[in-house]
């Protein structure tokens, strides 16, 4: 969108231009110096310089300005703007629900893990943006799953889906240091989610921007949590399963995880800090957690009701799971440190982890890892179903934290996975910043009062001409 100049900051009118006899030029003057100075706008507004948006591209872009909002009006907004995109969010979101769920499932879900959730493991200004999210969804009453309709509880049930219980087979991988052909570290992720084409259908990227940050959830229409997720400051997180096949339980402090995500997103900049923040909360499922920032790439491997430790590629693992990749990391849906319950029993982490330490044979004489060499890794097929690419992968990407660029694939709805999967790019996610509109704003002055000086040199030259004709005549 192009700024454009206010009252108090648009230029001085210029002066009228004479002709070559001193007279004031006449009416048809003014309206050809009128004229010329509107058909040069449109070449000073395309002069002018302006902010990159993300691209639409695979996936629609949901931006929600929270500046002199409440939470609920933040909240509310990304509702209308998510209606307006998607017209029949409720209804796919019911029928995804109904393929996830029994009725009996979901109704004790709702009273065994997510109504403690919803009122003691969420903050405040959060529940407000569902609670606002709701008022532009206008959901109903009742709770019965593939009804066409969405209700409250159903609506909370699909915030909390990674807490009430979501089997994925996700993967990651993380360069950096001398390793890394850019010399900051890059991340990549690869989501893999059961879905029908209603979810598929809802694939969306929220962005959250204010003057003082940003932060860009990928996942899904109307989620409000973060499964993917990364600030303007460089911090990306994203959620893995790691489960330990324990019956559920409610752990004292109990927290959602997407919810303090985005609550890490939103507060921090830095792995520590935000591993910090994630280890102080009790979950009811066991999860890895891939940390990117400016510096490095990490995994915080926490396991349910536990604080969880921090992983980095000089970590030890169990035998088993063995890495020696010096400045890369990667991770699979279970946990390989040492002091890590040990849950590898899936032969598919097997396979993926091995295959990953193949790929990852990056050294600082070369080749280094760049973004051609993180989208191969997560692209790869090899072996089938057992794929780091895989037929239940919805979304790969890769991050680069010092730009907050954002290479995304994301599965379409009308069909398979492609034969040659594309990445989209998605352009830097921070603000603008006071002084830089400012600059912009200069830039489109200078560009109008340019265009007036050209408009009254070209009047100029149009009177001139009319002086030197021959009178006409009687």
Not at 56 to 68: H, I, K, Y
Not at 86 to 103: I, T, V
Request: charge should be positive; include cysteine; proline fraction near 8%.
């Amino acid at each position: 969108m192009n700024p454009t100049p206010n009252a108090a900051g648009a230029p001085p009118p210029a002066r009228l231009p004479t002709n070559p006899r001193g007279a004031p030029p006449s009416g048809a003057a003014r309206r050809w110096l009128l004229r010329g100075a509107l058909g040069l706008l449109p070449w000073a507004a395309a002069a002018a310089p302006v902010p990159e948006p993300l691209p639409t591209g695979l996936l629609q872009v949901l931006e929600v300005r929270t500046d002199g909002r409440s939470p609920g009006q933040a909240g509310a907004a990304l509702g209308r703007l998510a209606k307006l995109r998607f017209p029949d969010l409720e209804q796919r979101w019911d029928r995804y629900l109904s393929g996830f769920a029994s009725q009996a499932q979901f109704d004790r879900w709702r009273d065994e893990r997510v109504a403690p959730l919803r009122t003691g493991g969420i903050d405040p200004n959060h529940r407000a943006l569902v609670d606002g999210l709701a008022t532009a969804l206008a959901p109903v009453d009742q709770d019965r799953l593939g009804d066409g309709l969405l209700s409250v509880n159903e609506l909370w049930m699909i915030q909390l889906i990674p807490d009430v219980g979501r089997a994925s087979n996700c993967s990651g991988f993380g360069v950096y240091g001398r390793q890394s052909a850019t010399g900051g570290p890059l991340v990549a992720r690869n989501l893999d989610w059961p879905a029908d084409d209603a979810l598929l259908g809802l694939q969306a990227i929220t962005r959250w921007v204010s003057d003082s940050g940003s932060v860009v959830s990928i996942g899904f229409a109307g989620l409000v949590g973060v499964v993917t997720g990364f600030n303007d400051r460089g911090l990306f997180l994203a959620h893995l399963d790691s489960p330990l096949h324990q019956p559920y339980r409610e752990y004292p402090r109990q927290r959602a995880i997407g919810f303090d995500l985005l609550r890490a997103l939103e507060t921090r900049g830095q792995i520590l800090a935000a591993a910090d923040l994630l280890r102080r909360s009790r979950y009811g499922f066991s999860h890895n957690i891939l940390m990117a920032d400016r510096t490095q790439v990490q995994v915080l491997e926490q396991p349910a009701g536990l604080p969880g430790s921090l992983r980095n590629a000089q970590s030890a693992n169990r035998a088993e799971m063995a890495w020696g990749r010096a400045e890369q990391i990667a991770v699979v849906n279970c946990f390989v440190l040492r002091a890590s319950p040990s849950n590898c029993w899936n032969m598919k982490d097997h396979y993926r982890w091995m295959r990953l330490r193949e790929l990852a044979r990056f050294t600082p004489a070369g080749p280094r890892a760049g973004l051609p060499e993180l989208r191969a890794i997560m692209l790869d097929r090899a072996n089938g179903g057992d794929a780091i690419f895989n037929r239940e992968t919805l979304q790969s990407m890769v991050f680069d934290p010092a730009t907050t660029d954002l290479y995304l694939y994301a599965r379409a709805a009308d069909g398979g996975q492609p034969a040659e999967p594309a990445m989209y790019r998605y352009a830097a996610a921070g603000p603008e910043s006071a002084v830089r509109r400012a600059l912009r704003l200069v830039d489109v002055l200078w560009v109008l009062v340019a265009a007036a000086v050209a408009a009254t040199l070209w009047v100029r030259w149009r009177l001139g001409r009319g002086s030197q004709r021959p009178p006409k005549r009687a």
